[in-house]
């Protein structure tokens, strides 16, 4: 056997659908790396699949080394793609192998530790075109040495699995992904000619098609897609190393010590109030500590799912001259950080660098909801931001009374946020000079909150968030600095550290509030959000007119499913479902025709022959000639011959005496019989091809002929 007729079956076309059903596929992960950075070493792997499956067929020499050659020529293009900087002279080294081993057994995990679009390192990218490239060499060997292009397929199937585990497809998206992949699989098995009986590969092609299309169809109808799809990436996230870390909680008295020590400058345009460290929301009586679950920041995040209000982006260079900690100074959405490859709280915002020693230097982008004043002054909590405070420890005796009182008893919302600013801004003082108290457990909470009324932005923000959250308000700690708005090379000194509470809006997400009143100490007025949120304050009636603030008529609302709503048809859906019941028909039909014709024509002996008779009365009927039950071959050639071609009438004619030699003949059956029979359906189906396109058109999407219409079966 030559290396020509060993090399994928069915010639160059063969080579090429097996390449792109193993390499297409891993496309998939464009949710998570982008397309472009896909391009380039999935295009090198096609090109490599391709580039040795040619040169196998003019050497044939080289055919049993084939697999080997793809794996080494595609690695070989990987390492000059992806891995330059590894290697000395164009040639791999020890790193560069390291760095290979790391794409087989880690990237795939780093991968999942990171925000998406993640960041398109090969640590993190290499796992994609080393898949793609196994997939390939396994796709290749199995349709060019067992000759099953069925087989072939299962490869890319395997790296199809592997993305959608990353992140599933849904609607529309995923049906296009299904047709797709069906029609180079039903291209690979209509090209391979060895792939079984002649009459079998359309069936099988074709059946391919319309179940991935069908699949895909009904998952795009049934499953909406805002729901959310599992995924590996649900329960990984970036490990932190077993470091002892001091809560910059703990270290704000310190600061405070030492107010003029430079701690960062910015520069910016942005209206900044504030840079935040860290955020705390657990709380056990005694300490306050961050739930902290990191991933790599990735190339760009964007705003949280909370924060439905429009959000504008911005910028800042940042120089933090701290040493101590894993903590960047940050916003509360960040969006993106160049100069370094930062890990990220997704809940919180919080940007940290485990082991880090020394200033850093970066590049900041983020979000800043927009929303207005009187639209915030009426917003309601989100009670879903609630999830995972735990308890409050034990409860010394007056603050739950305290609590009530401060707010008069009023349902939770924002404007019951600014009450409770307002009564610790008005019956509590900063504490100022070198005598200052700290600690946020209990014991100073409540020393605090019932006997001194006297503290720093520690305690008021301690005891802010306590006395929210037994009122129903989902509240948190940051702690972080105050800035000074937008400038160049702006400085932060230690006098501004600042722990301040967050409430958590509907809509909107965290908004940061100061119950310390704390000065500026630049005596501008803030913008932005910060800007927002001190018009809702002057807006806040007096204490004694405090009432339920009023819902919001656009404000979401538990709603009776009975209420009367007028019905809303779903468009989308709805088209998608037409399109789908049409493809699923155009296809369905004549694949349906195909499987009986097949069921037929493996019939034993004269039933065989009675099968071809009903194949050809089931086309004819199909083209609208007319047939009743008794009719015979002869009769129905008769009632044909003056709307078809005269090549269909003689084909009738020829069946009819393969058929009165199967049922009649006193000789019986011979081994052609059944063939003659099938041969004269061909020169039916021939004959009736020659009609106009409008009236084929219509008989292959004729349903009414897949059911016999007498006792033929």
Not at 190 to 196: D, W
Not at 245 to 264: K, N, Q
């Amino acid at each position: 056997m030559t290396a020509r007729r060993d090399d994928a079956t069915g010639g160059r076309a063969a080579v090429v659908a097996t390449l792109l059903a193993a390499v297409g596929p891993a496309l998939l992960f464009a949710p998570v790396f982008g397309v472009a950075p896909l391009l380039l070493p999935l295009g090198l792997v096609l090109v490599t699949g391709l580039g040795v499956a040619e040169a196998c067929r003019h050497w044939p020499a080289l055919v049993p080394w084939r697999a080997l050659l793809v794996l080494v020529v595609g690695l070989l293009a990987l390492v000059e793609a992806l891995l330059f900087p590894t290697t000395t002279s164009g040639l791999p080294t020890g790193e560069t192998i390291r760095a290979l081993a790391a794409g087989l057994t880690d990237s795939w995990q780093l991968t999942l530790q990171s925000t998406w679009p993640a960041r398109a390192d090969p640590e993190l990218l290499l796992f994609v075109p080393l898949a793609a490239l196994a997939a390939a060499t396994i796709a290749l060997e199995l349709l060019s040495r067992l000759r099953r292009p069925l087989l072939a397929l299962l490869p890319g199937l395997a790296v199809l699995g592997l993305s959608q585990a990353y992140v599933a497809l849904t609607g529309p998206t995923a049906m296009l992904a299904a047709f797709g992949f069906a029609v180079v699989a039903a291209v690979l098995l209509a090209s391979a000619a060895e792939a079984g009986p002649v009459t079998r590969r359309p069936v099988v092609a074709v059946l391919l098609v319309v179940l991935s299309v069908g699949g895909a169809v009904l998952g795009a109808v049934t499953d909406p897609v805002d729901r959310p799809v599992y995924s590996l990436k649900d329960k990984q996230f970036a490990p932190l190393p077993p470091e002892r870390v001091a809560s910059p909680l703990d270290e704000l008295t310190d600061h405070l010590l030492t107010p003029d020590d430079e701690v960062l400058t910015y520069s910016t345009d942005a209206p900044v109030d504030r840079w935040r460290l860290v955020v705390l929301d657990q709380f056990n009586g005694v300490t306050w500590t961050p739930s902290v679950q990191p991933r790599r920041l990735g190339t760009a995040l964007p705003p949280a799912p909370a924060v439905t209000v429009p959000a504008t982006e911005h910028t800042a260079h940042v120089e933090y001259a701290d040493t101590e900690g894993p903590w960047l100074p940050s916003q509360a959405l960040p969006a993106a950080v160049t100069g370094l490859a930062p890990l990220v709280d997704e809940t919180s915002g919080t940007l940290l660098v485990p082991g880090r020693s020394g200033p850093v230097s970066y590049d900041l982008s983020w979000w800043e909801p927009t929303v207005r004043s009187d639209v915030l002054a009426g917003a309601a909590v989100d009670p879903t931001a609630r999830t995972g405070f735990g308890d409050l420890g034990q409860v010394p005796d007056g603050i739950a009374e305290l609590a009530g009182k401060a707010v008069r008893d009023t349902r939770p919302a924002f404007q019951t946020a600014l009450v409770l600013e307002r009564y610790l801004r008005e019956n509590y003082a900063l504490a100022t000079g070198a005598d200052l108290p700290s600690g946020s457990g209990w014991p100073q909470l409540r020393t605090f909150l019932l006997d001194t009324r006297r503290g720093t932005t520690e305690q008021f923000a301690a005891a802010y968030v306590v006395l929210a959250r037994m009122i129903g308000l989902p509240a948190r700690i940051a702690v972080g600095f105050k800035a000074s708005g937008a400038g160049e090379d702006v400085a932060v000194r230690g006098g501004d550290v600042l722990a301040w509470p967050e409430v958590a809006v509907e809509g909107v997400g965290w908004v940061p509030l100061d119950p310390a009143g704390t000065p500026s100490g630049t005596g501008v007025r803030p913008r932005g959000l910060a800007e927002v949120t001190e018009q809702a304050r002057e807006s806040l009636p007096p204490p004694e007119q405090l009432h339920d603030p009023e819902l919001r008529e656009d404000a979401p609302t538990d709603r009776d499913p009975d209420d009367g709503d007028e019905f809303v048809l779903p468009v989308v859906e709805t088209v998608v479902a037409l399109g789908g019941v049409l493809v699923l028909w155009a296809l369905g039909m004549p694949l349906a025709r195909c499987a009986r014709g097949w069921h037929r024509r493996r019939r034993p002996g004269a039933r065989a022959v009675v099968g071809a008779w009903a194949e050809a009365r089931d086309r004819l009927r199909a083209h609208g000639i007319p047939f009743t039950a008794g009719m015979t071959v002869r009769d129905l050639a008769g009632a044909a011959r003056p709307h078809v071609d005269p090549s269909v009438v003689t084909g009738l004619d020829t069946l009819a005496r393969t058929v009165d030699v199967a049922l009649w003949s006193r000789t019986g059956l011979t081994r052609t019989t059944a063939d003659e029979a099938w041969s004269a359906v061909r020169e039916v189906r021939r004959g009736l091809s020659r009609r106009p396109w409008p009236v084929r058109l219509r008989a292959a999407l004729n349903p009414r002929t897949l059911l016999p219409p007498g006792p033929l079966p």
